[in-house]
């Protein structure tokens, strides 16, 4: 998480990256909710919060122990807020990014009429060390969806270029089926999330840890969420996983082309991979949101069994058949292809083949 440490292919120790999720939406969508309802039900991780619109803020709702100032607070959950303009995102992300705040996942709530492509590009373009882009999650208010089209046509591109696009206020729609159909048409692979009153399971978003105070056996947050699931966790929006596990080496040119063709609705995929031959000195890990892609070398633990161990999210998707799919990934070759891992190494950064982070490629694909 936030101040994890992982070796670097030099041997160097360097600060796990801290995913940056951009939310964005057009006003009256919910954003605030559903961050306030992350912020709330995070399972124990720390979220820091970029606000891009102070106005836009329900200070009630997001119960701030003390004043929203123009530096960073606070909040009664142990979360951080910061009210900032879009120009001053780098200087934000550095204090958040800082190992001392203890940050595990950083969410920036764009304002309803910000352009997300520019945020998300200058996340991407960040040099800073401590943060990888965490994906674009757009939110939409399915029971406004014609009129707010016709509002605002944009639309149609900002969910051409989200990872994740939230289907809000699903309860209120005349026809929910005709607007989940409709607002699929016009994403790009992105996965859907069907959700009532922003309600989405943190772990469709970023890694969650477990709470650090606990009494017993339950965590303060489990004795909070208790309640409120027997009410409300119905309408919390579920998502597909498949965990992957293999003992046998994966060859870089067919990992490369399951990645490159991953499905609609694959939002992440997470963990480390073995490429035996090819590398056998390292081990990849692997960060994959949406359509962008990274891969961090790193020098095996000594004590760790060399296997590869994937994790992949998302929602609607088929997992018997991914599974199918990366087993017929796997290798016995027992000399390594010469060229196998030009693909991989694409990906690394500070590669001489790393593709330029543009947010219409997101890597290359």
């Known amino acids: 998480m936030g101040n994890s440490l992982v070796h670097s292919p030099d041997g160097s120790r360097r600060p796990q990256q801290i995913p940056v999720v951009v939310l964005a939406g057009f006003l009256g969508s919910g954003k605030t909710t559903l ?46 807020c910061c009210a900032v303009d879009a120009s001053e995102l780098d200087v934000y992300l550095d204090r958040l990014a800082a190992p001392a705040a203890g940050i595990d996942v950083i969410v ?17 373009a960040s040099e800073h060390p401590g943060i990888v882009y965490g994906g674009l999650v757009e939110v939409v208010d399915a029971a406004e969806f014609d009129d707010t089209r016709a509002r605002h046509p944009e639309i149609d591109r900002h969910l051409a270029l989200a990872d994740l696009v939230v289907v809000n206020k699903l309860d209120r729609a005349a026809d929910p089926e005709q607007v989940l159909a409709l607002v699929r048409s016009l994403t790009d692979r992105a996965a859907l999330a069907p959700a009532t009153y922003g309600r989405v399971d943190p772990e469709f978003l970023f890694d969650c840890r477990p709470s650090e105070e606990r009494i017993g056996q339950l965590s303060f947050d489990d004795l909070h969420d208790h309640g409120a699931h027997e009410h409300t966790g119905h309408l919390h929006t579920g998502y597909d996983s498949l965990s992957f596990t ?7 040119r067919r990992l490369m082309r399951f990645l490159d063709s991953r499905p609609e609705g694959l939002y992440r995929i997470k963990g480390h991979v073995d490429f035996g031959p090819c590398d056998p ?37 088929d997992t018997e058949a991914l599974g199918k799919e ?15 891992m030009w693909g991989v190494l694409r990906y690394v950064q500070g590669s001489e083949e790393e593709p330029d982070p543009d947010p219409e490629t997101y890597g290359g694909q």
């Open 35 to 80: 961050l306030n309802h992350l912020l709330h039900h995070s399972a124990g991780s720390r979220i820091g919060a970029i606000v891009n619109d102070f106005g836009a803020i329900e200070i009630d709702a997001l119960a701030v122990a003390g004043a929203l100032g123009d530096s960073t607070v606070s909040l009664g959950n142990g979360c951080l």
């Open 108 to 124: 920036i709530e764009a304002s309803g009429l910000a352009e997300p492509q520019e945020l998300v590009r200058m996340v991407l």
């Open 246 to 252: 293999s003992d046998a080496p994966m060859d870089p």
């Open 281 to 317: 000195r390292n081990r990849y890990s692997v960060h994959a949101v949406g359509r962008f892609l990274r891969f961090y070398p790193e020098p095996w633990p000594a004590a760790e069994p060399r296997r590869t161990q994937l994790v992949l999210i998302g929602s609607g998707i």
């Open 326 to 340: 990366l087993r017929g990934c796997e290798s016995d070759a027992p000399h390594a292809d010469e060229h196998g």
